[in-house]
DNA sequence: ATTATTGTTGAAACTAAATTGCAATAGGAG
DNA sequence: CTCCTATTGCAATTTAGTTTCAACAATAAT
């Protein structure tokens, strides 16, 4: 852990572009946390910490930060991207209650399975697989049960 | 085929909303072709036909449209929601390209046993799964080797 | 170190997707 | 047919995300 500021830093220089504080600040803000974040959220939580880097900045930067395979997109939802971070993770995939929002993540061996099956099938060379199982959790189905408003 | 219409109709009753033209206009759009869809091509599609629908209403149809579980978001792309039409479908999964666009639909029955596996694992009452699966087609990579850029 | 080059920044203007207010219209129950 | 109110089109509004621009600063060249 720690060394995904090392990773971005040399991306970020790889492609011929600049290593700045904002950068930095991005990046350790991210992975300061393990829950999935959106723009706004990441940017209040920066200006907390007393950061002055600008939403412009942040905006700027995820496509990058994408790029270099430390944060991905992973559903869209009241009318705002949602991302998390990747890097150590291994390609996580989501089981969420559409009730309460509770985000369980997974890697399923079999996944891969049917990615490199499919690759064969349609000759495609994968980069990744998403996998978004959507539900009730335990809790919101007691709740509605005993409000009886679903079986 | 045809009778999405008559679900359609039966749901909005049931929910003791009105059945009007427009609806009717916009669901058979929708499954007027086997594509994905956008609002702003559905529009178009529309207009084209000689149809007077404004996209306010087809805004404020999507939701109810996805309620009576005819259609679903697919992804966010572009800046704006894709859709495609689900009725008649099974939990379709996409296979896409991540140059040209292109769009592979399958079914894995497999997924229908991850997804039993996690229900049952973390007690989820599961409703769906969305799976993308994404990469380059084979004329992508084809035409990306001729170029030199990639491996 | 100093300077020159040019990518990056914050702030504000802007664009486009999606939502909402409103007056007119028209389903559909009675 | 009549009434009630959901729905519509249009236009105004909201908001996520992008772009412009002048000031700034990271890096390379000197």
């Known amino acids: 852990m720690g060394n995904e500021i090392a990773l971005f830093r040399s991306f970020i220089s790889k492609k011929?572009?600049?290593?700045?504080p904002e950068r930095e600040e991005i990046i350790k803000e991210i992975f300061s946390s393990h829950d999935h974040f959106d723009v706004d959220e990441l940017?209040?939580?920066?200006?907390?910490?007393?950061?002055?880097?600008?939403?412009?900045?942040i905006y700027r930067n995820i496509p990058l930060i994408m790029e270099s395979c430390l944060i991905r997109e992973v559903w869209h939802e009241d009318g705002h991207m949602h991302y998390e971070h990747i890097y150590g993770h291994g390609h996580h995939c989501h089981l969420?209650?559409?009730?309460?929002g509770k985000v369980i993540e997974f890697v399923d061996q079999d996944l891969f399975e049917i990615e490199k099956r499919l690759g064969t099938k349609y000759d495609f060379e994968i980069l990744e697989h998403r996998l978004d199982v959507i539900g009730y959790c335990s809790e919101c189905r007691q709740h509605a049960a005993a409000a009886g408003d679903r079986s």
Chains 1, 2 share one sequence.
């Open 96 to 100: 969420r209650c559409i009730q309460c």
């Open 43 to 57: 940017y209040l939580r920066l200006r907390q910490k007393g950061s002055r880097v600008s939403k412009a900045s």
């Open 16 to 20: 011929g572009l600049r290593n700045t």
